[in-house]
């Protein structure tokens, strides 16, 4: 190939509306393939910028200064800066990004801003004008989608991310640059302000609640690290709000619009975040619900565009927003800027449409592109207009390009496309569709494309559709294998000619004209569905000239004969995935050699259709290094084009294929299919990517002998073609439109006869739905069936009669041979006619049943394997199985305990915690030895004697070994538990088995006596039940087989032969005669047992059957009486017996049932037994719980710790650093504050050697001179100003460019003021120019002054912020510290705080339970000596105050009994003073007086006692009653005796009286003692019931005030006590802990009370 040759790109188009930017006042500029698009708004003029690599990644423009930029594809990336208009490369910028940039931001001034993608998300800030990296942020931009620069503030970027908002400021010191993050918190979705967690602001509380301190989701997740609150923030914050779109306000505040639908107000210097439009309000503008979805701000309006067509201008005031103007646009945006002078709004559509809105008061919208925007199908070169090309987009869009490329027209099928091809003799062309049909479109005009014709040829997607040159063919082929040959005549009304069948489908397809040979050849790459490549060529032949005799050459199916098409099969040594078909040749690529190759074919001959020819490469070069490639041959075959996954076009020679002209087209893709196509002259080609979005036309400039060449060419064939062309284009334009020619096939239809099959066709405008229907071989079929049931009909009638005839005829010999001996007798498969189809069915069943039989045994087999599985996990493995133990007359069920084997690991740690246990019990002994109290009880585990002696005090667990090693023997406890009940439980449950067995035997014997009683009743048989017998699920019983059972031939065999063997037994059993009498006569036996009585019976003589009782004789009248006598001594002993066996089955049944219910109560005591265990059982784990819980608090305590530890070091790190900084920048600041001072100081000089240096001039002149001298042209500095920054908010800061730009404009200000013509008269020009000289230094002396304050003032804020930073880290620092100290109290206090668990009665709890539960939140838990000593303390000074009231009240009674008695004396006083009257006045007899005279009484009295002792001991001696005696005594001593009598009587009767006291005051004394038990627990329930009753009474709690108040004050003093004891306590721990730290295990062990 001629040096010289080359690609130059004529026009590229396409528009993924990706990256559009407005780059000066009427052009805008976006990427489309490897090339920057330029397009004038106004002029509609085109410019192509390619990019340097192989594809353009991202793009950004800024239209103030007319700068772009973008950065290529590939490793390590470059960003390129350009102009505009000049598209001059200003500057490379490369940076640390190792695959690809994210998103790029151009400023007004000279930054520019970048964020790349994996691994490092660096967002980096350029100056690009020296192409240095100012500042960068490392994973900065991680999420980040969108970086926009304000273009107020150049030091503020705004970066978007899926769901986050960052505001980024550039804070500069001088030449130092950096980068400050201000992440922007954005509202949940309800709307509610989001706060976001920061590791350092949850505080821990040093009160402890129940459950322990609360821990933050980082200590609790265990997350640590510099990314933990990021990812805390992502797992717990709500669903935010989604930012859309983002615009920055003059006041440099952003709006952001979300997907939600609301429009939120930015502050990003406060952060702050406030809802201007909520979707969700009610009373909402309903206008403008998810309408934000892109913002642009017009001088006092803001632009808001939804998803819908609708472009609102909105005016805003706080939070009410008006609608000023509404556009409405034919399809929908996502896209809008305004140009720099806010004179036009671009709006760009994801469909590749644009519109401009006009904001002036006409509102017109104009489209200025319309390109579409779906994925190219295919493309292709129009081969009858010069002028025209093809493409389709997915999903069906046919598009007519010029050259020029422009759009003539397009057609929107609405079905998937798949294949496209233009015809060469007749300007239409033919689409294969998804569905499998092909669509003819007539595009003789362009600007309206119709479907002339559809053909269904498939049922699956036509993948390949091609013509050959002249158009003698059309071929078409599928994933089926099926190619189909068509008549591309419009004439032949597109008819298909036949088909063939290929090996396997193809992957490239291609055909061409032989002229010499006259022959058409197809060639197709064969290979399976499933790979994309392959060695397979198959090519078929077929005359040009068509089909002489159709009936020879297609068979009744349509399928090609051996007469017409000729099949070659080739081989090559590599596989291939494109080829395409030269004259004698072969051009293909091999993805895997990475290399393009030519096979030269052999002649063509006549051969086997199996016979494969191997086919070695002619010419090999080196390809495309990123494949697979797609290959294209053009029209003249000398020039083979090739364009791979990198986008690079080759165009080679096909006779020389080593030298060749590239071009870069398309994008580096990794995924999709490169598209190319050929012109009909060979001069122009065609790219395009189906996934690229973009079609590139490129002009071939080769030597001018091939140029010539190839149009020679393409003259000699347009030249042949030209009569075929005109003529096939009328017949074309006779053609209807198929939506015509549909309606009028209808029409035809309903006038004709309606038995007529009607054509299912879609009507179609401008679009097109095709329905499924048969396709054009299913209807060949189906025609030729009817056509062959129409011929033959009167045939198969017979036949079937015949058939009919022989099948009865067959059916009534099998009838008949059923009963016919078994010599004669003919197996069923004699009877069978047709042999060879019974073979073939019952293969056919055989392999069906094969395939059953396999499947069944896989699906066993998988069955099986679960089974083994469940059975080795869940049973195998269980050391104790899982059963139960039911009740028999209740619904009482047991279960017991499942238990595994404990592993070897779980052994070893239980003797290793044992064995640390008995080290420490024997270093505590000493101390356990001086006093041991008793252990709180926390379980019923003791009840059951497992309680193990290791088991840790609950109030020793303090250390996490402590805990860990409480966990194990827990545990332990817990299995002892279990195995003992299991024990209990297997008691049980072999009793049940053992009962089972006696009622069975039981029921043996009833069923005995209820056979000879004929009995009916239902007996009751109990049994074990699945679950008591878990074993039974492992053995299928043949009961609970529900199918019938499938029997081998074998088995069925044996069947047989067992059931012949069966039959011979019971023969010759029935060929004894003695057996058969004895069975008849005796039941078998010779000896009648008792229990056979109920079957004897007298036989009835026979004459009292045959003859009346008149005609008995005497004989047989006495052999009757005998018959009676004998009858009824058997019904005797017949009733006898009956009743004994009622009697005996009454008795078993009785056992029965009494056995039954003594096991019930065993199952009652047991099932009381397991909830015992089951409580146990649930205290252990409860223990177990809530030390698994102390240790999970433990472990988030430790994490907080670090993660607090962590952060206070990074703090440490930062402040250190930032000091550093501080200082770095303070010696800087005042560096060049001495700078400054000196440029400030030359500044004034400047004005006082003013007149120094002009002291030479008249002193009028220098006045004049000096007013001059101060003179400055502001008003050409502001004009400037505003032809520059036509945006009338606020003017971005000078810096960099921008600053010596503004210098530069303003010396051009001063030239105008410094001409001769505003020279003062007179002056001499050699002073003005001087003059002008001296000003000229103090202006750019001022400039200089004024650019240094500037920069001073930055230096300065910069200081301040770096001040402001170090004092908030001081404080950060001071807060995690106080944190941290805080986190361990809270530590030191949760590992002294213990929970415990602890049984108590009810008479033990002290707290109110008027809910369901008790609340022990805020109770004490106390040893029961400090409450007894209490109750004593109490109860002593209860007696105390009960003795002092005795006294008091006895005191009392002692002054009452005073006064009593002193009335008394008082009574008889004046009772002894009547008396003496009484006496005075009493007369008395001589007797009287003498005794009253007489004084010697005593001496008297004696004499009278000594006689009656006398008297007594003479009557108790002769028995006589003193009465007789008693004469000789006087009255007084008469009546003396009688009162003795009387008293020893008394005396007799009260001892009487005593001893029967006594035995009562004894039975009394044991009922005392019972009751005295009685009373203590009743009192203690009393006394409780009582307390209850007086915290819930609520009848008059007036009356209880007193009491309650005594409670309280006591309650109070208790938990001062307690409070007392605790602090004790902590204290006393902390010192055991310290001394344990210190000397362990010296120490005993510590009882606690």
Same mark, same amino acid.
């Given at each position: ?54 594809? %353009? ?10 700068? $772009? ?110 980068? @400050? ?45 510099? !990314? ?74 803001? &632009? ?50 644009? $519109? ?33 090309? +093809? ?102 009304? $597109? ?25 058409? *050849? ?53 596989? /291939? ?83 060749? &002209? ?66 096939? !284009? ?53 025609? %030729? ?37 078994? %010599? ?7 009877? !069978? ?133 409480? #966990? ?28 089972? @067995? ?10 005995? #006596? ?16 699945? *679950? ?78 045959? @003859? ?98 962590? =952060? ?45 240096? $002009? ?38 800061? +000078? ?28 002056? !001499? ?20 002054? =004024? ?25 950060? %620092? ?144 002769? =028995?006589?009653? /003193? ?39 004894? /039975? ?23 307390? &209850? ?61």
């Amino acid at each position: 190939m001629n040096s010289s040759a080359c690609a130059k790109v004529r026009w590229i188009q396409g528009f993924t509306n990706k990256h559009v930017y407005f780059v000066d006042k009427n052009t805008i500029g976006y990427p489309c393939g490897n090339y920057i698009y330029f397009l004038d708004l106004n002029t509609k003029k085109q410019a192509l910028l390619q990019g340097p690599g192989r594809g %353009i990644s991202v793009f950004a423009a800024n239209s103030n200064n007319g700068m $772009f930029a973008f950065s290529s594809r590939g490793l390590s990336p470059s960003i390129f800066v350009h102009s505009h208009p000049s598209l001059e490369l200003k500057n490379e910028l490369k940076g640390s990004s190792k695959l690809d940039y994210v998103s790029l931001g151009l400023s007004g001034g000279p930054y520019l801003v970048s964020c790349s993608s994996l691994p490092d998300f660096t967002i980096t800030v350029w100056n690009w004008e020296n192409a240095t990296s100012l500042c960068q942020q490392e994973y900065g931009g991680k999420d980040a989608i969108s970086l926009v620069f304000n273009p107020w503030n150049l030091l503020q970027i705004c970066a978007i991310g899926e769901t986050t908002l960052t505001v980024w400021n550039i804070e500069r010191n001088g030449d130092l640059h950096v980068l @400050k993050p201000s992440p922007i918190e954005l509202p949940d979705l309800d709307g509610a302000v989001a706060k976001k967690f920061v590791l350092s602001s949850h505080n821990v509380s040093e009160e402890l609640c129940y459950f322990g301190p609360e821990m933050p989701p980082s200590a609790i997740t265990g997350l640590n690290g510099d !990314n933990t609150e990021d990812i805390v923030n992502k797992l717990f914050r709500k669903a935010r709000m989604t930012p859309a779109a983002i615009c920055w306000t003059a006041t440099s505040h952003l709006y952001v619009g979300c997907k939600e639908g609301f429009l939120l107000l930015v502050e990003p210097e406060h952060q702050s975040v406030s809802t201007i439009f909520n979707s969700k309000t009610p009373n909402g503008t309903p206008e403008l619900k998810h309408s934000f979805q892109a913002l642009v701000l017009h001088k006092d309006n803001l &632009i808001s565009i939804g998803k819908n067509n609708v472009v609102h201008s909105l005016k805003i005031k706080g939070t009410q927003i008006e609608i000023t103007k509404t556009w409405e646009l034919s399809a929908p945006v996502t896209t809008a800027l305004c140009s720099p002078s806010y004179e036009t709004l671009l709006c760009a559509s994801d469909m590749g449409q644009m $519109f401009t809105l006009n904001t002036s008061p006409s509102e017109s919208v104009t489209k200025v592109l319309d390109v579409s925007s779906g994925d190219f199908v295919a493309i292709a070169f129009s081969p009858t207009d010069k002028n025209a090309c +093809l493409t389709v987009r997915d999903p069906g869009q046919l598009q007519v390009w010029s050259t020029d490329g422009i759009i003539l027209g397009s057609l929107t099928v609405q079905t998937k496309i798949t294949s496209l091809a233009c015809c060469p003799i007749a300007n239409y062309v033919a689409l294969g569709t998804a569905s499998g049909e092909v669509l003819f479109i007539d595009v003789r005009d362009p600007s309206r494309p119709r479907v002339v014709h559809q053909t269904h040829l498939y049922h699956t997607s036509v993948d390949h559709l091609v013509f050959d040159q002249h158009g003698h063919y059309l071929f078409t082929s599928s994933p089926d294998s099926y190619i189909y040959v068509l008549d591309p005549k419009p004439s032949e009304r $597109f008819s298909v000619l036949g088909y063939t069948v290929l090996p396997s489908p193809p992957l490239a397809l291609s055909a061409q004209y032989r002229k010499e040979s006259e022959q058409v *050849a197809v060639l197709a790459l064969c290979a399976d569905p499933d790979q994309k490549c392959s060695r397979m060529l198959t090519l078929l032949s077929l005359p040009a000239e068509g089909f002489a005799d159709i009936s020879k050459s297609v068979d009744c199916n349509g399928c090609l004969t051996s007469t017409v098409l000729n099949v070659s099969k080739y081989e090559v040594p590599y596989p /291939l995935t494109s080829c395409v078909l030269g004259n004698s040749e072969i051009f293909a690529y091999c993805h895997k050699q990475k290399s393009l190759h030519s096979f030269q074919l052999p002649p063509v001959c006549k051969h086997k259709f199996e016979q494969v020819f191997q086919l070695s490469p002619t010419r090999e070069v080196k390809g495309h290094a990123l494949g697979p490639a797609s290959l294209a041959l053009s029209p003249h075959k000398l020039w083979l084009a090739s364009l791979g996954q990198d986008g690079v076009l080759q165009v080679r020679s096909s006779a020389s294929m080593e030298k060749c &002209i590239e071009l870069q087209c398309q994008s580096l893709s990794l995924t999709g299919v490169q598209l190319v196509s050929f012109s009909a002259n060979s001069q122009t080609i065609l790219t395009a990517n189906t996934k690229d979005g973009s079609l590139l036309c490129a002009n071939l400039s080769m030597s001018e002998a091939a140029n010539r060449q190839a149009t020679e060419y393409s003259l000699s064939v347009e030249f042949d073609l030209l009569s075929q062309v005109r003529q096939k !284009n009328s017949v074309l334009g006779d053609m209807l439109e198929w939506s015509e020619e549909v309606t009028r096939r209808k029409a035809d239809e309903s006038q004709g006869s309606g038995s007529l099959p009607s054509i299912d066709v879609t009507e179609q405008d401008e679009s097109y739905t095709p329905l499924s229907r048969r396709t054009w071989l299913e209807s060949r079929r189906e025609a %030729i069936v009817k056509e062959d049931n129409e011929k033959y009909s009167e045939t198969k009638k017979s036949l079937r009669k015949r058939l009919t005839e022989l099948r009865d005829t067959i059916q009534d010999m099998m009838r008949e041979n059923e009963n016919v001996p078994e %010599i004669e007798y003919l197996e069923q498969k004699e009877f !069978n006619l047709d042999v060879d189809e019974q073979k073939r069915l019952e293969a056919i069943m055989e392999e069906e049943v094969l395939k059953k039989r396999t499947e069944s045994e896989w699906d066993i087999l998988a069955k099986c394997y679960l089974r083994d599985v469940l059975k080795r996990d869940c049973w195998d493995s269980m050391k104790v199985k899982g059963r139960s133990v039911k009740a028999f007359h209740s619904e009482h069920e047991i279960k017991n305990y499942p238990l595994k084997e404990r592993t070897e690991q779980e052994l070893e740690d239980l003797r290793r915690v044992e064995q640390t246990r008995k080290i420490e019990k024997a270093q505590c002994a000493n101390q356990e030895e001086k006093g041991q109290n008793d252990d709180i009880k926390s379980s019923f585990s003791f009840e059951f004697g497992c309680s193990s002696p290791y088991v840790y005090d609950q109030f020793e667990v303090q250390s996490r070994e402590q805990k860990v090693n409480q #966990i194990i023997l827990l545990q332990d406890v817990i299995h002892q538990v279990k195995t003992a009940f299991n024990k209990e439980f297997d008691a049980a449950h072999k009793q049940k088995v053992h009962e089972l @067995k006696n009622i069975q035997l039981r029921n043996t014997r009833i069923k005995e #006596i209820m056979s000879e009683l004929d009995l009916q009743e239902k007996l009751w048989e109990p049994s074990l039940t699945v *679950a008591e017998w878990p074993e039974k699920l492992l053995t299928v019983q043949d009961s609970e087989i529900t199918a019938e059972k499938y029997l081998t031939p074998e088995q069925k065999e044996e069947l047989e032969k067992k059931a012949l063997e069966e039959k011979r037994h019971l023969a010759a059993k029935s060929g004894n005669a003695r057996e058969r009498a004895l069975d008849n006569m005796m039941d078998g036996v010779l000896e009648v047992k008792k229990e056979y009585v109920l079957k004897l019976e007298i036989p009835t003589p026979e004459f009292v059957l045959t @003859k009346p009782e008149s005609q008995w004789s005497e004989e047989e009248k006495k052999m009757y009486k005998e018959y009676e006598r004998k009858s009824e001594e058997l019904n005797e002993e017949k009733e006898k017996y009956r009743k004994v066996m009622e009697a005996e089955m009454k008795k078993l049944q009785t056992a029965t049932k009494e056995a039954t219910e003594k096991f019930d109560e065993t199952i009652t005591k047991l099932f009381e037994r397991k909830m015992k265990c089951e409580m146990a059982v649930n205290q252990e784990e409860l223990k177990i719980t809530c030390l698994v819980y102390s240790l999970l608090i433990e472990e988030e305590l430790r994490h907080r710790e670090v993660e607090l530890k962590l =952060k206070l070091e990074q703090m440490l790190t930062y402040k250190d650093e930032i000091g550093e900084e501080v200082m770095r920048c303070e010696e800087d600041l005042e560096q060049f504050r001495m700078t400054y001072d000196t440029i400030v100081a030359e500044d004034k000089d400047l004005d006082k050697e003013f007149k120094k240096e $002009f002291s030479d001039v008249p002193s009028h002149f220098v006045d004049e001179l000096y007013k001059l001298f101060k003179r400055r042209p502001r008003a050409q500095k502001m004009r400037a100003q505003i032809i520059k920054n036509p945006i009338p908010f606020k003017d971005p800061p +000078l810096c960099g460019s921008l600053a010596l730009d503004n210098l530069g404009k303003l010396l051009k200000a001063v030239d105008e003021i410094d001409s001769h013509q505003n020279m003062p008269q007179g002056l !001499n020009p050699i002073i003005w120019e001087r003059f002008c000289v001296f000003r000229r230094t103090k202006i750019e002396k001022e400039h200089k002054v =004024k650019m240094n304050a500037l920069t001073f003032a930055e230096m300065q804020a910069f200081v301040q912020k770096r001040r402001e930073e170090e004092r908030a880290t001081i404080e950060e %620092i001071k807060v995690i510290s106080e944190e941290l100290e805080r986190l361990h109290k809270v530590k030191n206090r949760f590992t002294v705080d213990i929970m415990v668990q602890v049984l108590l009665k009810q008479s033990q709890v002290e707290v109110p339970n008027t809910e369901l539960t008790a609340d022990y939140t805020d109770s004490v838990l106390l040893h029961r000596s400090v409450v007894e000593d209490l109750n004593k303390n109490i109860r002593m000074l209860g007696d105390r105050k009960i003795s002092t009231m005795v006294e008091c009240k006895d005191f009392r009674k002692h002054i009452i009994q005073q006064e009593w008695e002193h009335k008394k004396s008082r009574m008889q006083i004046e009772d002894l003073e009547t008396k003496a009257r009484d006496i005075q006045t009493f007369k008395i007899s001589e007797e009287q007086q003498e005794y009253l005279h007489k004084t010697d009484r005593d001496s008297r009295a004696s004499k009278q006692i000594a006689i009656l002792e006398k008297t007594i001991a003479f009557q108790e001696k002769v =028995k006589l009653p /003193l009465c007789y005696n008693a004469s000789f005594l006087n009255s007084s001593v008469y009546d003396a005796f009688n009162g003795f009598q009387s008293h020893l009587k008394n005396v007799e009767h009260r001892k009487k009286k005593i001893e029967q006291l006594k035995r009562q005051a004894t /039975l009394k004394s044991d009922k005392t003692s019972v009751l005295d038990v009685q009373l203590s627990d009743m009192g203690m329930t009393v006394a409780h019931k009582k307390q &209850i009753h007086g915290r819930i009474a609520t009848d008059n709690p007036s009356l209880k005030a007193e009491e309650r108040y005594q409670e309280i004050r006591q309650r109070r003093k208790l938990k001062d006590l307690a409070q007392a004891q605790v602090e004790e306590l902590g204290f006393l721990w902390a010192e055991v802990e310290r001394l344990r730290t210190k000397n362990f295990p010296s120490l005993n062990q510590l009882q606690h009370h």
